[in-house]
């Protein structure tokens, strides 16, 4: 067996331990849970999986005042030790007017990395169908805060029952590296979501990607 396909193999397991455990967590109030699986895990456009599949799972919990705190792991392929990536977040969501906004902290990390983690500032906002957000580094290994800064902009329209379509355009701006755009269209059918996704860096082709997400 590939190492690859190891570590997916890997992944699935551990998803449906997590399942396991998540289902009977999501019966307390406030308390999500979430297990996926893509075609490719692309994040801002890059794959984070070297083209392969990711399995993930995901545990939050959200007050009545709109306070959230949540983790999300899965599998990833940079080509060196890596293997899996855990996040963990804090934010607050609320609706003022009709603009519903969202902003927090996150950490990305890499256990099996070498100086791969770091951490963000998030802050969105949405009216009706239209989403403007952006994400400012916060820290990591050898950057310094606001270094490197992604803005972007969505739109998700409901077609039909549970049928909802959307594009995606952002910027990733780097105080040291290339800035690139990235920019997706989807379409979302009960869970089940299949999207075209492309950026300007040189000799990216259009990667198509299907995913299905289970919430408990």
């Known amino acids: 067996m590939s190492m690859k396909l190891k570590l997916v193999t890997t992944a699935v397991v551990a998803a449906i331990a997590f399942t396991?455990?998540?289902t009977s967590a999501a019966g307390l109030e406030g308390v999500s849970s979430n297990v996926g699986v893509t075609s490719d895990y692309l994040w801002r456009g890059v794959s984070?999986?070297?083209?392969?599949?990711?399995?993930?799972?995901g545990l939050d919990y959200e007050a009545s005042n709109g306070l959230y705190i949540g983790s999300w792991v899965s599998n990833v392929?940079?080509?060196?030790d890596s293997s899996y990536e855990l996040d963990g977040y804090l934010g607050f969501s609320g609706e003022v007017s009709s603009v519903s906004y969202d902003a927090g902290y996150i950490y990305y990390a890499y256990p099996n990395?070498?100086?791969?983690?770091?951490?963000?500032?998030y802050a969105s906002a949405s009216l009706s169908y239209f989403t403007l957000g952006l994400a400012l580094l916060a820290h990591a290994d050898g950057a310094d805060f606001a270094?490197?800064?992604?803005?972007?902009?969505?739109?998700?329209f409901p077609v039909a029952d549970e049928l909802e379509i959307g594009a995606h355009v952002g910027t990733y701006v780097f105080d040291a590296g290339e800035d690139y755009?990235?920019?997706n269209i989807y379409a979302d059918y009960k869970g089940v979501n299949f999207m075209l996704s492309k950026t300007d860096l040189d000799n990216d082709d259009m990667k198509a990607v299907i995913s299905y997400a289970w919430s408990f």
């Open 20 to 22: 396991s455990t998540a």
């Open 48 to 57: 984070q999986t070297d083209g392969k599949p990711a399995v993930s799972g």
């Open 77 to 80: 392929d940079f080509g060196d």
């Open 113 to 121: 990395g070498e100086d791969l983690d770091f951490g963000e500032l």
């Open 147 to 156: 270094d490197n800064n992604y803005y972007y902009a969505g739109a998700a």
């Open 181 to 183: 755009i990235d920019y």
